[in-house]
Structure formats: C-alpha cells, structure tokens
C-alpha cells in the first residue's frame, strides 16, 4: 500500500459526474471592459463592466430616477454632481465619455467637455464632476 492511493469508496458507476459544457468565454467572445473610477479625495474604488452605455450620477428617489452608478453616498450634491451627470459608453474599440449637459459640467484632464459631445478615455485620465474628482482606470480591455 505504500506509494498507492487510498480508495474513499467512490463508486464508478456514478452518473452525476461533470459534464463539459462550452461558455461563450470558451468561443473566444471579448470580455467586457472592466472600469474603475476612483474617488480621488475619497479613496474609494467604483469597478464595473462596460457592455453598453453606464449614466454617473446621483438617485432621486422623489422621481424614481436612479442611474447606473449612484454617487450619492459619496457627497455627490454638495460637491455639484447632476443626477444623469455623465455617461460612459463604447465607441467602437474604445470607451468614451459624454457629459449629459450637467448643471455644473466636466472636465477631462483639466479641459471642458463641451455637453453631448463623445471624448475617448484613457487609462488614468482625470475626470472632474462638478468639484468631484474621479480617476479613471482601464482594468480590462478586450481588444488587447
């Protein structure tokens, strides 16, 4: 017995054994792109897939309004943050912002979006959200 697996019983007649099944990952489909914004002033790390369109923002129950991403918690009002501040979105092989005419506007690496306008994002660029900083981070991108 030195040397050999010890037998646990198992009965090799089992039927309920793994069967292989093929997931789209497996077919070679591109991942998402995986985002991080990080809440500069508050060290605090939003990470999220990006399939199709995302609005940044804050809630407003009153309305029934609630984007995609709440910034609520994160003192968006007082720090100028519209409710459909912002959206993030694919262009293409590429992630592009559009400010969604907000209240207090953005900034993209210290330079003014002008509203509904599409700006490609990169990795590390700086938004700024009314007075809300956010970095951006470019986790995953499928097509590398």
């Known amino acids: 017995m030195v040397g050999q697996t010890r037998k646990l019983g198992r009965d090799s007649t089992r039927t309920d054994t793994a069967v292989p099944s093929i997931k789209t990952i497996d077919l070679g489909m591109p991942r998402p792109w995986r985002i991080a914004l990080r809440l500069n002033q508050l060290g605090v790390q939003l990470i999220f897939d ?8 804050r809630a407003h129950p009153e309305s029934g309004f609630y984007p995609d991403i709440d910034l609520g918690a994160f003192q968006a009002e007082e720090q100028g943050v519209s409710r459909e501040h912002l959206s993030l979105r694919l262009d293409g092989e590429r992630v592009v912002v559009v400010d969604n005419h ?10 003014w979006l002008k509203p509904g306008e599409p700006y490609p ?12 900083q956010i970095q951006i981070e470019l986790l995953t991108n499928p097509y590398n």
Request: charged share 15%; hydrophobic share 40%; net charge negative.
């Open 102 to 111: 907000s209240a207090n506007g953005t900034k993209l690496n210290g330079e």
């Open 121 to 132: 994002l990169r990795n590390g660029d700086q938004l700024v959200l009314g007075l809300m």
């Open 50 to 57: 990006l399939e199709g369109t995302v609005v940044v923002g």
